[in-house]
């Protein structure tokens, strides 16, 4: 069965700290997908990024970095430099192969205070 | 990017009525579309497929008589909330797929009085 958990339910920071949102995923597909979504208070999903299995390179864009180690089966989130903009809740999600639905997470409300 | 629209955002409907709540792919044909619920505070759980000329398959644990899907075309999924009750106050969203890519629409907000 696969399953994501994000062990941290609500994370509070000051402005300009840096933050990490922690995901950890279990699946038996040798292919799969990783996403994480920020979903502000209006309720609509915005897309941040998207990783298949086979490629564990991190990226980078802009203040936002994530870190994918299937050694830990961990895909992580950083915010650097954090705003009060990226007050929200994320998601991690998984989903097995092309085309099949997305599995999410429980969700790190990030409040990010001035 | 492609656009998945959902409508309506929001609706709020008397107890014992149905609701329909529309998604749609507006430039790709989606065989497949899903339907999350979430409640205040938790995550999107599944709750059904919608399969495109055949019938849904919903996750354990949820009404297909109350939650019932209409996958007729390629482009249009909806959900119907039949006889609906206060505890299906929630927020509904649908998902199509493209590829390796996952679109949602904008959600709708249930509210039932």
């Known amino acids: 069965a696969q399953k994501v958990t994000q062990a941290q339910t609500e994370i509070s920071v ?40 086979f490629d564990e390179q991190n990226e980078i864009s802009g203040r936002y970095s994530w870190n994918f180690q299937k050694s830990t089966s961990s895909f992580n989130f950083t915010i650097t430099a954090s705003q009060v903009v990226d007050s929200a809740v994320y998601f991690c999600a998984l989903s097995g192969g092309q085309g099949g639905k997305l599995i999410f997470g429980q969700g790190t409300e990030l409040s990010v205070k001035p | 990017g492609a656009v998945v629209s959902q409508h309506p955002s929001w609706v709020i409907c008397k107890s014992g009525t149905s609701v329909k709540i529309e998604c749609r792919s507006l430039d790709f044909q989606a065989t497949t579309m899903f339907w999350y619920r979430q409640f205040p505070k938790q995550s999107l ?46 927020f509904y969203i649908c998902s199509a797929r493209m590829n390796t890519e996952a679109f949602f629409g904008q959600g709708t907000r249930l509210t039932v009085v």
Not at chain 1, 31 to 36: P, R
Not at chain 2, 55 to 73: C, M, P, R
Request: glycine share 4%.
């Open chain 2, 45 to 90: 759980m599944l709750m059904a497929t919608s399969n495109e000329g055949s019938k849904a398959t919903y996750e354990q644990g949820v009404e297909k008589d109350k939650f019932l899907i209409n996958h007729a075309s390629l482009t249009l999924s909806t959900l119907t909330v039949t006889s609906a009750h206060p505890e299906d106050s929630s």
């Open chain 1, 14 to 53: 000051v402005e300009k700290e840096d933050v990490t949102l922690d995901c950890v995923y279990e699946t038996r597909d040798t292919t799969y997908y990783l996403f994480w979504y920020k979903q502000p208070p209006s309720g609509e999903l915005v897309f941040l990024i998207r990783r298949n299995s």
